[in-house]
């Protein structure tokens, strides 16, 4: 079962959670450090450990995973900053950029900070090359298949555009340019199934010894899926680290040379971290349907109508606290943006799909579980809303890592011109 933040949880009681929405308003994130930490160790086996941020990229989350020897990737000039604010230095490969494009000011930032290049596409090499001769690359290979707990977070095969398909062109370049290819690496998407995370391995076995050439590192890239709904089972860490150690066995031996296995999780290691705190406004009733609408959107949380991924749903009553007496209804939680798509309980053709939740009024709280990846760094400020706050239980106290934006500040990119 997973670990989760919720009512019954010692942390998040309703005493806590009463406090931190007098104290923060809603609606709000609140993360669990000690679950990131509890994911983090669970992939200690693997050399390298590297967060992909753009699961939740927030400068507090970052120290975390500095703070137990998580190196970072990041896919934009941004997140680059962020991981030097953070306190990553730029060298000993603490920070690779990942990208399928090298624009203007992310060059001149990687060539003067000396930071690996995780290359998608041939023309990075190009213009790497170009401009920074032995520069140190990785080869992201796009091995021809794919997979992903949705066709929009499939980042391998032709209907990718991610990863360099022909991958002794890459070689060829790196030559010319005399560029230090130092790793290879293979991500075929996010929220894979085992079963094409073991394809993987086949493929970077297969790749590195087409090289025949020494390099330092692998990577397993990430996709490694966390329990949304209460059927959904935990993946077997250890398997999987055994199948990718034989790999870099098998490629010790044939290459001739150390190289260290790296892994890439985002979701796994802050996903189960995080809930999203919401207040009811209203309690509608149609002839078919009773819908919940809550002060957060799809402003503040986009995977459900994105990808029709399930949250897991909470209610916090204002004044009950004897939940078994509340009668249990037919309900579709929804959000207040001006879009009929605003919705979080939704199936991924876009259906709307009422689930089993306590009976609620006006005043009371829902809790929408398991939104630590992919919730905040996602989120807009679609219909002019601002970014909601974020709150992180660390050390044993609650902390605010994000203020609420004010409307004022949101306006300031547009005021004065």
Same mark, same amino acid.
Request: aromatic share 8%; charged share 20%.
């Given at each position: 079962?997973?670990?989760?933040?919720?009512?019954?949880?010692?942390?998040?009681?309703?005493?806590?959670?009463?406090?931190?929405?007098?104290?923060?308003?809603?609606?709000? !994130?609140?993360?669990?450090?000690?679950?990131?930490?509890?994911?983090?160790?669970?992939?200690?086996?693997?050399?390298?450990?590297?967060?992909?941020?753009?699961?939740?990229?927030?400068?507090?989350?970052?120290?975390?995973?500095?703070?137990?020897?998580?190196?970072?990737?990041? =896919?934009?000039?941004?997140?680059?900053?962020?991981?030097?604010?953070?306190?990553?230095?730029?060298?000993?490969?603490?920070? =690779?950029?990942?990208?399928? $494009?090298?624009?203007?000011?992310?060059?001149?930032?990687?060539?003067?900070?000396?930071?690996?290049?995780?290359?998608?596409?041939?023309? #990075?090499?190009?213009?790497?090359?170009? #401009?920074?001769?032995?520069?140190?690359? !990785?080869?992201?290979?796009?091995?021809?298949?794919?997979?992903?707990?949705?066709?929009?977070?499939?980042?391998?095969?032709?209907?990718?555009?991610?990863?360099? !398909?022909?991958?002794?062109?890459?070689?060829?370049?790196?030559?010319?340019?005399?560029?230090?290819?130092?790793?290879?690496?293979? *991500?075929?998407?996010?929220? =894979?199934?085992?079963?094409?995370?073991?394809?993987?391995?086949?493929?970077?076995?297969?790749?590195?010894?087409?090289?025949?050439?020494?390099?330092?590192?692998?990577?397993?890239?990430?996709?490694?899926?966390?329990?949304?709904?209460?059927?959904?089972?935990?993946?077997? =860490?250890?398997?999987?680290?055994?199948? !990718?150690?034989?790999?870099?066995?098998?490629?010790?031996?044939?290459?001739?040379?150390? $190289?260290?296995?790296?892994?890439?999780?985002?979701?796994?290691?802050?996903?189960?971290?995080?809930?999203?705190?919401?207040?009811?406004?209203?309690?509608?009733? &149609?002839?078919?349907?009773?819908?919940?609408?809550?002060?957060?959107?799809?402003?503040?949380?986009?995977? @459900?109508?994105?990808?029709?991924?399930?949250?897991? $749903?909470?209610?916090?009553?204002?004044?009950?606290?004897?939940?078994?007496?509340?009668?249990?209804?037919?309900?579709?939680?929804?959000?207040?943006?001006?879009?009929?798509?605003?919705?979080?309980?939704?199936?991924?053709?876009?259906?709307?799909?009422?689930?089993?939740?306590?009976?609620?009024?006006?005043?009371?709280?829902?809790?929408? *579980?398991?939104?630590?990846?992919?919730?905040?760094?996602?989120?807009?400020?679609?219909?002019?809303? @601002?970014?909601?706050?974020?709150?992180?239980?660390?050390?044993?106290?609650?902390?605010?890592?994000?203020?609420?934006? &004010?409307?004022?500040?949101?306006?300031?990119?547009?005021?004065?011109?």
């Amino acid at each position: 079962m997973q670990e989760k933040l919720n009512i019954s949880n010692k942390i998040l009681t309703r005493k806590n959670l009463i406090y931190l929405i007098k104290k923060y308003k809603t609606p709000l !994130w609140v993360y669990n450090a000690n679950i990131i930490i509890k994911q983090i160790k669970k992939l200690k086996q693997f050399d390298i450990i590297r967060f992909a941020q753009k699961s939740c990229s927030n400068i507090h989350i970052l120290r975390i995973m500095k703070d137990y020897n998580v190196k970072i990737d990041a =896919v934009s000039l941004g997140e680059i900053k962020r991981a030097l604010i953070a306190g990553f230095k730029p060298y000993n490969n603490n920070i =690779v950029f990942t990208s399928d $494009i090298l624009e203007k000011n992310v060059l001149k930032e990687v060539v003067k900070k000396n930071i690996p290049v995780n290359a998608g596409s041939i023309e #990075m090499l190009h213009q790497l090359g170009k #401009m920074s001769p032995g520069h140190p690359v !990785w080869i992201r290979i796009n091995p021809r298949f794919g997979g992903g707990h949705h066709i929009k977070t499939n980042t391998g095969g032709d209907q990718s555009k991610h990863g360099i !398909w022909d991958f002794m062109q890459a070689v060829s370049i790196i030559e010319k340019y005399h560029l230090n290819l130092i790793g290879l690496h293979i *991500h075929i998407g996010s929220g =894979v199934n085992i079963k094409n995370l073991y394809r993987v391995c086949e493929s970077m076995k297969n790749h590195a010894i087409q090289l025949n050439k020494k390099i330092q590192f692998i990577s397993a890239g990430g996709g490694l899926s966390i329990p949304y709904k209460p059927q959904d089972k935990e993946i077997h =860490v250890n398997d999987y680290f055994k199948k !990718w150690n034989n790999v870099k066995k098998k490629l010790i031996s044939t290459l001739n040379c150390p $190289i260290k296995l790296e892994i890439e999780p985002g979701r796994f290691l802050v996903g189960q971290s995080g809930i999203l705190i919401a207040k009811v406004h209203s309690v509608k009733k &149609t002839q078919t349907n009773i819908f919940i609408l809550i002060n957060a959107g799809f402003n503040d949380l986009m995977r @459900p109508v994105l990808y029709g991924s399930y949250h897991e $749903i909470t209610v916090l009553h204002k004044n009950i606290t004897d939940i078994k007496k509340i009668p249990i209804i037919r309900g579709i939680v929804a959000g207040p943006l001006c879009e009929s798509g605003d919705i979080f309980t939704i199936q991924e053709t876009g259906i709307i799909l009422p689930r089993n939740i306590p009976e609620v009024q006006p005043g009371d709280y829902i809790i929408i *579980h398991n939104t630590g990846a992919y919730g905040s760094s996602m989120s807009s400020n679609y219909n002019s809303r @601002p970014f909601i706050p974020e709150v992180l239980y660390e050390k044993k106290t609650f902390r605010l890592i994000r203020r609420r934006q &004010t409307i004022e500040e949101m306006l300031s990119l547009e005021l004065p011109i």
